[in-house]
């Protein structure tokens, strides 16, 4: 425990630093497109242009989902899921990839995965705001149910970090786990319910039980429901232990082997 307290004081203490090169790498990512940062909002958008083509209009025939349409629906699930795919790789690779500022200077490098993390905030708001648009063009009006988007956001980045941790710690250790996180990241595209509602009598229970034990399923549909006024986070008692456990599992198991291994990082890389 007394590692993860280190881990999240290192956080707090270098908010500056987070912040600072979190926007340079977004500048310097691209600089050298012509549309710079454009990219970072206009590449979702064209995502979700190409899921709404494809399984909104294509597949369910543009029906609705549990009375609402099928776009305000999927864009509020897919605006999480891409801040949290992104983050989640990106995190994986921050420290194999800065073994230079690792082994030059005195730097905290338990902070690495968190710049990546806040470096892909700006397209989340953006996105986060664009979905609003949506639901208010399909008739979604706001309710007190959107407050707890507060809860479900700090539980994302509480899961991020306590992921982005675990993962970028691994990554340097074994060389393969990045490509391995790759493709489980891909098939939970599919399994986190950002496409299909599998809350519906359409799929058997024991088979949605096991789906809802998943962080991501749990952070997408937390903001569905709040969107969609469809309840309380407090009203999921048993999937709020679950979650804060993988939580705390993530975070008590990446700090441990961070700080195990973290002065041989260079070595190691």
């Known amino acids: 425990m007394k590692e993860v307290i280190t881990l999240v004081k290192e956080q707090f203490e270098n908010l500056g630093i987070?912040?600072?090169i979190s926007r340079y790498e977004d500048k310097a990512e691209y600089q050298s497109h012509y549309l710079g940062l454009m990219w970072e909002y206009l590449y979702p958008l064209i995502q979700i242009g190409i899921y709404w083509l494809v399984f909104g209009i294509g597949l369910k025939?543009?029906?609705s989902?549990?009375?609402v349409n099928y776009l305000p629906w999927m864009v509020i699930g897919i605006t999480p899921w891409f801040f949290m795919n992104r983050s989640t790789l990106d995190a994986s690779k921050s420290?194999?990839?800065r073994v230079g500022m690792v082994s030059k200077m005195k730097f905290p490098v338990s902070v690495l995965p968190t710049i990546k993390i806040v470096g892909n905030l700006s397209s989340f708001w953006t996105m986060l705001v664009f979905s609003i648009v949506i639901g208010f063009i399909y008739g979604i009006t706001p309710s007190l149910y959107w407050l707890q988007w507060i809860y479900y956001f700090v539980a994302m980045i509480a899961?991020?970090?306590?992921?982005?941790i675990f993962n970028s710690t691994i990554s340097v250790l074994v060389r393969d786990y990045r490509i391995l996180l790759q493709s489980v990241m891909r098939m939970l595209f599919y399994l986190s319910g950002v496409l299909f509602n599998f809350e519906t009598g359409a799929f058997p229970a024991p088979f949605v039980r096991v789906?809802?034990?998943?962080p991501f399923f749990y952070i997408i549909s937390g903001f569905r429901q709040s969107m969609l006024s469809q309840g309380w986070f407090w009203e999921r008692p048993t999937l709020n232990i679950i979650f804060w456990g993988f939580v705390l599992f993530f975070l008590l198991v990446g700090s441990h082997l961070h700080y195990k291994f973290r002065s041989r990082f260079?070595?190691?890389i």
Request: charged share 10%; glycine share 12%; proline share 0%.
């Open 61 to 63: 025939h543009g029906n």
């Open 65 to 67: 989902t549990h009375g």
């Open 18 to 20: 987070i912040f600072r």
């Open 266 to 268: 260079v070595d190691l």
């Open 95 to 97: 420290i194999y990839q």
């Open 159 to 164: 899961w991020l970090v306590a992921f982005g």
């Open 211 to 214: 789906l809802q034990l998943n």
